[in-house]
């Protein structure tokens, strides 16, 4: 771990948990996605400093991921994210969050709005799962990646609609070497295995508890995305549910955070101001 990556642990709920906290204000957590190599800081640093100027940031490493540690004998999935997320805010003696979920933490954000709408404000889902969807090739060559970092190039080039982001010097170097970190490839293996279009089951919920879910939501999507599709994810979400609304962003890829990072900032601001 680097200096820049390195934040702060706490124990939430048995588990030593990494995560990076900054800002004031209204308590904003945010989720990352499941990339190989990925944390919350590899996910959320180019909207950190945004963002803690109007909001209490808290953004951990999902149990299986990143800096968190990852217990033996643990099953790696929605029931044990979701409670790994509860326990950290109680640790963190928040009550009522607003959350902004990319992938894979839309899922968890979703599916903790189903299981304890109580502790949440608003979501905000960027490129999220949560939703059944046939599976994108870019998705199951993301959960199948074998570490190298030719690989590593060649997933990048699939999360960017922009290949200039894709190949900046040293990004897949250090992507790479992130996803070769002791434990990492193992956690990380063991909860996408084929077919992973189980993996996209898992995180999903029924439209009929999609429906229910009452809690002021915001959907954000890149039109160009290989990994999550727009029209059966966010397109599908933004219909089932009954104060949801939909951001598009054009020329935007799965990585909306990175490749449109100001705009995606502001959206996530005037919808959180209201």
């Known amino acids: ?20 906290e900054d800002g004031q204000g209204e308590a904003l957590v945010l989720l990352h996605g499941s990339g190989p190599g990925v944390s919350a800081w ?23 991921f990143g800096y968190t540690d990852r217990p033996a004998g643990v099953t790696y ?19 009522k969050v607003s959350i902004v979920g990319n992938s894979m933490g839309g899922g968890v954000a979703i599916n903790l709005a189903h299981q304890r709408p ?7 889902l960027m490129g999220s799962m949560g939703i059944s969807f ?20 060649a997933m990048l080039k699939t999360f960017v609609s922009n290949p200039a982001i894709a190949n900046q010097t040293g990004l897949a170097e250090m992507r790479y070497n992130a996803s070769i ?29 999609i429906r229910k879910i009452m809690i002021p939501t915001l959907c954000v ?35 909306t955070q990175i490749e449109k990072t100001v705009p995606f900032a502001s959206v996530v601001h005037e919808f959180l101001s209201r």
């Open 1 to 20: 771990m680097t200096d820049v990556e390195k934040g702060l642990f706490i124990d939430a709920g048995g588990i030593n948990t990494h995560y990076h």
């Open 42 to 64: 590899a996910n959320w640093r180019p909207v950190f400093p945004i963002l803690a100027k109007h909001y209490h940031l808290y953004a951990p490493d999902v149990v299986g």
């Open 77 to 95: 999935g929605m029931d044990l994210w979701v409670k790994h997320i509860v326990d950290f805010l109680e640790h963190k003696g928040l009550k």
């Open 118 to 124: 109580d502790l949440i404000n608003k979501l905000i």
């Open 134 to 153: 046939p599976i994108t090739k870019g998705l199951d060559d993301v959960w199948g990646y074998t570490p190298s970092v030719k690989n590593m190039q």
């Open 181 to 209: 970190q002791p434990g990492f490839q193992e956690s990380f293996s063991a909860m996408f295995p084929a077919p992973r279009q189980q993996g996209v089951e898992g995180m999903a919920l029924s439209e009929d508890k």
């Open 221 to 255: 999507h890149g039109r160009e995305d290989q990994i999550i599709p727009i029209v059966e994810t966010s397109w599908r979400l933004a219909n089932l549910m009954p104060n949801a609304e939909l951001h598009v962003f054009s020329n935007c890829g799965h990585w």
